[in-house]
T-cell receptor, first 115, second 112 residues
Framework: SAVISQKPSRDICQRGTSLTIQCQVD?????MFWYRQQPGQSLTLIAT?????????ESGFVIDKFPISRPNLTFSTLTVSNMSPEDSSIYLC????????????FGPGTRLTVT | SQQGEEDPQALSIQEGENATMNCSYK?????LQWYRQNSGRGLVHLIL?????REKHSGRLRVTLDTSKKSSSLLITASRAADTASYFC????????????FGKGTLLTVNP
């Protein structure tokens, strides 16, 4: 399976600022996903990011708050904009490889704390 | 709302015992996957079972799927302290375009 890395691994940010999280994969993948995991909760899908097209956002998530880039088949970024303490979460990217789009593999996550 | 619901929410056992976690879901699915998460880190993919399969094994893991009851179970045999983690089921619902919906998870603690 693909090896996925995320940067930063954790960060503490001030309210009102923005943070960009990077997701790097060691092989080309078609589908990438971004998830949020709020403290003590399960994972919620934010958006699907496919190369060459606009990200598709789930209900409750909007592009202005969580802009996503997918410039190539190995890289994606998620920005958390105008942060508030409610954005404190773990943000995870996942990938699905060609031919097995239903099987997702996750990065190590970015732990974000907003003060 | 979450598709999957795991029970129990928390499970504490002794090393060497078996651990069983259950997952229920609400709509028809293409497949169901189980993941492990250690201490708020990334998720590790454990096993995938397709909707036309009833049971699958991988090492000390055994997964069953009952589509008529919309439920699955994960059995970990001969548990180890290193199995201490949160376990999540995730479903790929029919027509969802490969989006996964996660259950709330079971926190398993294996005491040495």
């Amino acid at each position: 399976s693909a090896v996925i890395s995320q940067k930063p691994s954790r960060d503490i940010c001030q309210r009102g600022t923005s943070l960009t999280i990077q997701c790097q994969v060691d092989s080309q993948v078609t589908m990438m996903f971004w998830y949020r995991q709020q403290p003590g909760q399960s994972l919620t899908l934010i958006a699907t990011a496919n190369q060459g097209s606009e990200a598709t956002y789930e209900s409750g998530f909007v592009i202005d708050k969580f802009p996503i880039s997918r410039p190539n088949l190995t890289f994606s970024t998620l920005t958390v904009s105008n942060m508030s303490p409610e954005d404190s979460s773990i943000y995870l990217c996942s990938v699905a490889e060609g031919g097995r789009y239903y099987e997702q593999y996750f990065g190590p996550g970015t732990r974000l704390t907003v003060t | 709302s979450q598709q999957g619901e795991e029970d129990p929410q928390a499970l504490s056992i002794q090393e060497g015992e078996n651990a069983t976690m259950n997952c229920s879901y609400k709509t028809s699915i293409n497949n169901l996957q189980w993941y492990r998460q250690n201490s708020g880190r990334g998720l590790v993919h454990l096993i995938l079972i397709r909707s036309n399969e009833r049971e699958k094994h991988s090492g000390r893991l055994r997964v069953t799927l009952d589509t008529s009851k919309k439920s699955s179970s994960l059995l970990i045999t001969a548990s180890r302290a290193a199995d201490t983690a949160s376990y999540f089921c995730a479903t790929d619902a029919t027509g969802s375009n490969y989006k996964l919906t996660f259950g709330k998870g079971t926190l398993l603690t294996v005491n040495p």
